[in-house]
């Protein structure tokens, strides 16, 4: 049996500090976007490695940690996936979309055309470990693992914004080809490409807003 150890917690905050310190962070998050307008400016790969380790902080089933990140930064990988994500893309805008769906992507001004996945100095490609091999070769499950993937790329996405980066979560269906252009292995599934870097100079962002706070909470008081 595991040991446990005591929690390190801080003493509670007064209401009023409490309060200001949510709404700082909350106005800190209400300003992430998701880009497509990319710089080519670097991003030191240990400042991914801590916003990578960040989003494995997250909690998982079990503790089973079913989460793989990919990060590529080789232009040639980069190049690579961006041609085989266009190759899915251009099947799914000439065919596999409902119109409605066509109509709801309108005012994003999206195409098959994805030149973000070479321009960002980053392309993060989240596995989800659909199970595990043990020390005597059996295959042993992971528990919810979509649900414990979704929470670590929360975590991803918040740690990039944090950092003063821009990520875009791409999701180009199917997305096998990932799996190949990567080799990884069969009990990994990819989840999300997500580009990551800097905000391109001229880059802009669809005028959108945000649902209120009575469309989103219920309260039960």
Same mark, same amino acid.
């Given at each position: 049996?595991?040991?446990?150890?005591?929690? @390190?917690?801080?003493?509670?905050?007064?209401?009023?500090?409490?309060?200001? @310190?949510?709404?700082?962070?909350?106005?800190?998050?209400?300003?992430?976007?998701?880009?497509?307008?990319?710089?080519?400016?670097?991003?030191?790969?240990?400042?991914?490695?801590? /916003?990578?380790?960040?989003? @494995?902080?997250?909690? @998982? $089933?079990?503790?089973?940690?079913?989460?793989?990140?990919?990060?590529?930064?080789?232009? !040639?990988?980069?190049?690579?996936?961006?041609?085989?994500?266009?190759?899915? !893309?251009?099947?799914? %805008?000439?065919?596999?979309?409902?119109? !409605?769906?066509?109509?709801?992507?309108?005012?994003?001004?999206?195409?098959?055309?994805?030149?973000?996945?070479? +321009?960002?100095?980053?392309?993060?490609?989240?596995?989800?470990?659909?199970?595990?091999? $043990?020390?005597?070769?059996?295959?042993?499950?992971?528990?919810?693992?979509?649900?414990?993937?979704?929470?670590?790329?929360?975590?991803?996405? =918040?740690? /990039?914004?944090?950092? $003063?980066?821009?990520?875009? =979560?791409?999701?180009?269906?199917?997305?096998?080809?990932? =799996?190949?252009?990567?080799?990884?292995?069969?009990? !990994?599934?990819?989840?999300?490409?997500?580009?990551? $870097? %800097?905000?391109?100079?001229?880059?802009?962002?669809?005028?959108? +807003?945000?649902?209120?706070? #009575? #469309?989103?909470?219920?309260?039960?008081?």
């Amino acid at each position: 049996m595991n040991s446990h150890d005591r929690y @390190s917690s801080t003493p509670p905050a007064q209401p009023d500090e409490l309060l200001q @310190s949510c709404r700082r962070f909350y106005e800190l998050m209400d300003k992430r976007r998701s880009l497509r307008f990319f710089s080519e400016h670097p991003v030191p790969k240990a400042v991914i490695e801590h /916003i990578l380790m960040t989003a @494995s902080t997250a909690p @998982s $089933g079990a503790h089973k940690q079913p989460w793989t990140f990919c990060a590529v930064s080789n232009p !040639e990988t980069k190049q690579k996936i961006r041609l085989a994500a266009e190759e899915e !893309e251009y099947r799914s %805008y000439h065919g596999r979309m409902s119109e !409605e769906w066509l109509r709801d992507l309108t005012p994003f001004g999206t195409d098959w055309h994805k030149p973000f996945l070479e +321009t960002a100095p980053w392309l993060v490609v989240v596995f989800r470990r659909v199970y595990e091999f $043990g020390e005597d070769g059996k295959k042993h499950n992971n528990y919810y693992v979509n649900e414990s993937v979704g929470i670590a790329c929360g975590f991803l996405l =918040t740690a /990039i914004h944090q950092a $003063g980066l821009v990520a875009l =979560t791409h999701t180009p269906s199917p997305m096998d080809f990932l =799996t190949k252009a990567l080799n990884r292995p069969a009990n !990994e599934k990819p989840f999300l490409l997500i580009p990551v $870097g %800097y905000p391109a100079p001229d880059a802009t962002v669809p005028n959108l +807003t945000r649902k209120p706070s #009575e #469309e989103v909470i219920v309260w039960y008081e």
